[in-house]
């Protein structure tokens, strides 16, 4: 068992009972405050722990870090150290951090420089995202795309069940919960026999995805195995990766997606490390046909995450209109990293591979609006009385995730964006 992991761990900080981020989490992200400069940061209960003061202030020690590592805008130099390094920079901080450690606990003026409210801390993008890849993991969720749009007896193309289908995102436009967003403009082809028209989007959706960040991989012309994956993958984060339906239709053939999603994808701050979701991997579903020998994997590499999402219009109570779980994927990290880099493609340090649309077998587990209301043809009741069958101006939609067992919870916090008009 990995120390930090230890169900028994208890911290001398107060963590409330239905924290995301007991002693046994400590997940990384970059903060800031009115008078602290962007940094990275952990997070135990409502406070941030500021890891640069630790440095300074000699907590870690005989660790592979220099204060550049901490004083920075992004994780990117913390995880250049590798997969070694950070696992035992987190389980540093579960030992400083837990009952039976004194060090920093007994020193009232260290932990008033280490531990900010997280009232007071602005968090900011975790990471500098050099590549962005999106894949379409979830059969649930690609069988009712393909009911809906194509045959319902031949939902899944040919492929689908041989590779996890991906596309490579746009990664400048990835941005932290907190951030509104604009509806995107673009072309929609109304009606078949029309022309097509330019203007803003009106099929608005959210799609529920996890994603996760790498280490740097191997170099290019290398690949990364299935054994190998969990050695290249840092931690993981919530994404809500925005869809224009209307503006997507009409794009995507031949090359797929462009205007349609690269106006905004939303993540959580917090990087969940692999370490701490270990506890938490589950077998995963059978595949069939057989996958090819390179897609092939040992282990359990798919993960229980308790999913959720809820929209607030403005001025009113949210509507939780979706509940999901990670588990429900079909491919898991280790075959998309896998399959990402079996042609060369070299991975780096930094780089975002999001899972796809997470949708369960049951209607209240779908993940994006389209299915929801399937196609607009299933209004959804909000509880001001008002209806939603695709996002509206000004509504605000939140996810939310966490993992729970043995009497631990794990969670990622949320990623909460809210959709302003478009732009003139």
């Not at 009972?17 to 990275?40: A, C, H, M, W, Y």
């Not at 997969?83 to 009952?99: E, G």
């Not at 993991?137 to 040919?158: C, E, I, K, Q, Y």
Request: aromatic share 10%.
């Amino acid at each position: 068992m990995i120390k930090a992991n230890d169900p028994s761990l208890s911290s001398w900080v107060e963590v409330p009972s239905n924290s995301d981020f007991p002693i046994q989490n400590i997940p990384f992200g970059i903060f800031k405050t009115e008078q602290l400069s962007p940094r990275v940061g952990s997070r135990i209960g409502d406070y941030v722990i500021d890891l640069k003061s630790l440095f300074v202030l000699g907590y870690l020690k005989n660790l592979p870090f220099q204060i550049s590592d901490f004083d920075t805008p992004a994780l990117n130099s913390l995880m250049k150290h590798g997969k070694k390094a950070t696992s035992d920079l987190r389980n540093r901080l579960s030992k400083l951090f837990s009952n039976d450690n004194n060090d920093l606990k007994n020193n009232e003026h260290h932990v008033s420089q280490v531990l900010i409210d997280v009232t007071e801390v602005e968090m900011l993008m975790p990471v500098q995202v050099g590549d962005y890849t999106d894949f379409y993991s979830s059969r649930d969720h690609a069988t009712n795309v393909g009911t809906m749009f194509r045959d319902p007896n031949n939902a899944l193309l040919p492929n689908w069940l041989w590779i996890p289908v991906g596309y490579h995102g746009r990664a400048s436009s990835i941005v932290p919960s907190g951030t509104p967003i604009h509806r995107p403009k673009g072309q929609q082809k109304p009606a078949e026999d029309a022309d097509p028209i330019f203007g803003p989007c009106k099929l608005l959706d959210f799609e529920l995805e996890m994603a996760f960040v790498t280490f740097d991989g191997k170099p290019l012309g290398d690949s990364i195995s299935t054994q190998e994956a969990k050695d290249y993958i840092f931690g993981m984060c919530i994404m809500n990766d925005w869809s224009a339906r209307d503006i997507q239709k009409w794009e995507y053939v031949p090359l797929g997606p462009f205007l349609a999603k690269s106006f905004a994808s939303s993540i959580s701050p917090w990087i969940v490390t692999m370490d701490a979701l270990e506890p938490f991997s589950i077998e995963g579903p059978k595949q069939e046909p057989e996958v090819l020998p390179y897609l092939k994997y040992e282990g359990n590499h798919h993960y229980d995450i308790h999913l959720e999402v809820g929209i607030l219009p403005e001025k009113a109570e949210e509507t939780v209109v979706c509940v999901s779980n990670y588990k429900h994927m079909y491919w898991n990290m280790a075959q998309q990293l896998a399959h990402h880099s079996v042609n060369g493609c070299n991975i780096r340090c930094g780089d975002m591979m999001a899972s796809g649309t997470i949708s369960g077998p049951t209607p209240s587990s779908f993940g994006s609006m389209l299915e929801i209301s399937w196609r607009g043809t299933k209004p959804v009741a909000m509880k001001d009385g008002s209806e939603r069958k695709f996002i509206q101006d000004h509504d605000t939609v939140v996810m939310r995730g966490h993992c729970e067992k043995n009497g631990v919870r794990i969670g990622f916090g949320e990623v909460e964006t809210k959709v302003l008009p478009a732009k003139d």
